[in-house]
């Protein structure tokens, strides 16, 4: 097959109708070979990474990958292998290799693709979500960007005295996938980025922190300099940090870890987690997870979205929903198979989620982070959080923490070498505020969470 280009300025070596014939060839080969089903998914992503530490240029990396999985069903047995080789002969080699794991691997009564009746509208590729956003940024050009951002760090103040570098990251990807049960479709999508982590202080006293931007068009990233001087300000405020003794106390978590327990919420009900019984949320549909002021929406049609996708990784529709509703669980995150072993339809989460945003109805546009210190009145807010210290089974959680000791409304000092814990159960049930200040952090969407009452683990 003759490669053929897409619009010059992409960036990619391959375009649609290239991927949709390494597809078509290998499913008709898969045919070919008697499987019962088969998929496969064509895919090419490339792009920039540089870095930069103390003034001087680190790293330069350019990546390309591309790739061609196959998934063969010979009646309930299923067998996948993939190739970076898109010849006739590697591909036919691969479908073969899928076919033949296939006949030899334990049946599996679930195994399968998706229904027909489940499968995304054949117009649904058409559906212009503004996700592909190549940005034609030449190294020198990033280097300089980098480097912008790491000097406003410094130039923050004389006790920024270190760094760990900067780095600004160009991405971009496209796929085109089909099965045989009549699904066709893909989409090209960007994610570029620019981040900095300084270091205040010197000796013993040192802290560091980082921050970055992060979106699908570098056009709306923040500035260089407003990431370097922000990075440089979480930096500057841990300096004098120390520990407090042990107590139990409210908990504000910064919105950007209030993604990460948003993300264990997701754990805990997806379908994964739930048909395996490895989950502290079992037989929750229907039943009151979080306080009656607190809603989950899920929508994979926002625009320029992280997670917005017009159908899932199966080729199966998607929709928005509400999965939380008064703090009701009304659905969980399922994909076919899943779905299957569970005794109930696919929710077009196959993949993963899509856009997440946790809302609390009692939230007031003035509720930013400030305002939530103040309501919080005394107790711990947290702003970095180590090791991975969650029982999914159980629900137990403990993490190391450090961030700042608030007093009447206001910060005193910060703290540090200190753990948090408590049951995520009671945790979620126990969420008293959600700020306005949201934070987007990949396809969560979240302000700062106050937590009641959790342990707080120091001397």
């Not at 982590?197 to 979106?215: F, K, L, N, V």
């Not at 990431?227 to 440089?232: D, E, F, I, L």
């Not at 979240?446 to 009641?452: A, E, N, P, T």
Request: hydrophobic share 40%; charged share 20%.
């Amino acid at each position: 097959m003759k490669s053929h280009k897409i619009r010059a300025d992409s960036g990619f070596s391959y375009s649609r109708p290239f991927f949709e014939g390494l597809v078509d060839m290998a499913l008709a080969h898969a045919t070919k070979l008697g499987a019962t089903d088969a998929a496969a998914e064509a895919s090419e992503g490339c792009g920039l990474s540089v870095s930069v530490r103390k003034g001087e240029l680190e790293n330069v990396e350019r990546n390309r990958d591309k790739g061609l999985s196959v998934t063969v069903y010979v009646g309930q047995r299923r067998g996948n292998a993939s190739t970076s080789d898109f010849s006739p002969a590697a591909i036919a080699q691969t479908v073969q290799a899928a076919y033949d794991i296939a006949r030899f691997t334990a049946e599996d009564p679930m195994a399968g693709l998706p229904d027909v009746a489940d499968i995304a509208d054949p117009g649904a590729s058409a559906t212009d979500l503004d996700l592909f956003h190549p940005w034609d940024v030449t190294s020198e050009q990033a280097a300089q960007l980098a480097l912008r951002c790491e000097e406003a760090a410094f130039a923050t103040d004389a006790r920024i005295q270190n760094s760990e570098g900067a780095g600004v990251s160009a991405q971009q990807s496209h796929f085109f996938s089909a099965h045989t049960h009549g699904f066709r479709g893909g989409f090209a999508s960007s994610r570029h980025s620019i981040s900095v982590s300084p270091i205040a202080g010197s000796g013993d006293a040192m802290q560091r922190d980082a921050w970055y931007s992060s979106m699908l068009s570098a056009k709306d990233m923040a500035s260089p300099q407003a990431v370097g001087r922000y990075a440089a300000e979480r930096a500057l405020s841990r300096l004098g940090a120390r520990k407090i003794s042990t107590r139990k106390c409210p908990v504000l978590f910064e919105s950007p870890l209030a993604a990460g327990l948003l993300g264990s919420l997701v754990q805990a009900i997806s379908g994964g987690a739930l048909y395996r019984q490895s989950s502290f949320l079992m037989n929750s549909l229907g039943k009151q997870v979080l306080p009656k002021h607190i809603d989950l929406f899920e929508d994979p049609f926002v625009k320029r979205g992280k997670g917005s996708s017009p159908f899932d990784d199966e080729g199966v529709r998607v929709a928005a929903r509400q999965v939380i509703e008064a703090g009701r669980v009304r659905g969980y995150f399922l994909s076919s198979y899943t779905a299957r072993k569970l005794g109930m339809p696919t929710t077009g989460n196959a993949g993963g989620s899509h856009n997440l945003v946790l809302r609390s109805r009692l939230t007031r546009p003035e509720d930013d982070l400030d305002a939530m210190i103040r309501n919080m009145g005394s107790g711990l807010l947290v702003t970095e959080l180590m090791g991975q210290g969650v029982n999914y089974v159980t629900g137990d959680y403990s993490r190391g923490a450090s961030g700042f000791w608030v007093e009447n409304g206001r910060i005193a000092y910060p703290v540090e070498e200190i753990t948090i814990a408590g049951n995520m159960k009671n945790m979620l049930r126990d969420i008293e505020a959600v700020g306005a200040d949201t934070y987007n952090y990949g396809a969560k969407s979240v302000g700062s969470v106050l937590v009641g009452k959790m342990k707080v683990a120091g001397n």
